[in-house]
T-cell receptor
């Protein structure tokens, strides 16, 4: 079945530094979504990418969808303590209409 | 705006007990789903519903039942609790198929089975 993998699992970042987290699917995705979950909280929708090669920005966050629509990345510039949390990517199953397949997430810890 | 409301927020059960986790949404969303979240495993789909009266199994349905009698409510029932069901449970809703629309999550229910 479809698998959605995220790397790295953990990311320790010094405040002010940049980092990137990656999401890879074993199958082609029609679109991909990204969510953020703060410690003790619930996942919150960040963005959806649909087109091959699409790039979207939200302030210091840059999201990219791969040309083959099998991978995606989230790049955070000048990391702040407010970026702490776990970032999940999720894609619709190719053979499972109505289901969303989540990656295991990248847990981000920011050191002041 | 209440959004997606889950009750209870915390629960401790003994092995073999049954209980129902409640989920209600006030956004008139057709699609609702239940996930469990375990450390290092992300969110795994338990059951989902594409509308009142229609439910289907997700990735990890064993030991859980659901029903959808109204658009607003989607309760999750644990039939006979087992320690392996200790987890954080999230209910989510979206206007339509979640792959095309963002999902709105509740605050979660933290469940411990002793």
């Amino acid at each position: 079945g479809q698998q959605v993998m995220q790397i790295p699992q953990y990311q320790h970042v010094q405040e002010g530094e940049d980092f990137t987290t990656y999401c890879n699917s074993s199958t082609t995705l029609s679109n991909i979504q990204w969510y953020k979950q703060r410690p003790g909280g619930h996942p919150v929708f960040l963005i959806q990418l649909v087109k091959s090669g699409e790039v979207k920005k939200q302030k210091r966050l840059t999201f990219q969808f791969g040309e083959a629509k099998k991978n995606s990345s989230l790049h955070i510039t000048a990391t702040q303590t407010t970026d702490v949390g776990t970032y999940f990517c999720a894609g619709p199953g190719a053979d499972s209409w109505g289901k969303l397949q989540f990656g295991a997430g990248t847990q981000v810890v920011v050191t002041p | 705006n209440a959004g997606v409301t889950q009750t209870p927020k915390f629960q401790v059960l003994k092995t073999g007990q049954s209980m129902t986790l409640q989920c209600a949404q006030d956004m008139n969303h057709e699609y609702m789903s239940w996930y469990r979240q375990d450390p290092g495993m992300g969110l795994r789909l338990i059951h989902y519903s594409v509308g009142a009266g229609i439910t289907d199994q997700g990735e990890v349905p064993n030991g859980y039942n659901v029903s959808r009698s109204t658009t607003e409510d989607f309760p999750l029932r644990l039939l006979s609790a087992a320690p392996s069901q200790t987890s954080v449970y999230f209910c989510a809703s979206s206007p339509s198929v979640p792959g095309t629309q963002p999902q709105h999550f509740g605050d979660g229910t933290r469940l411990s089975i002793l």
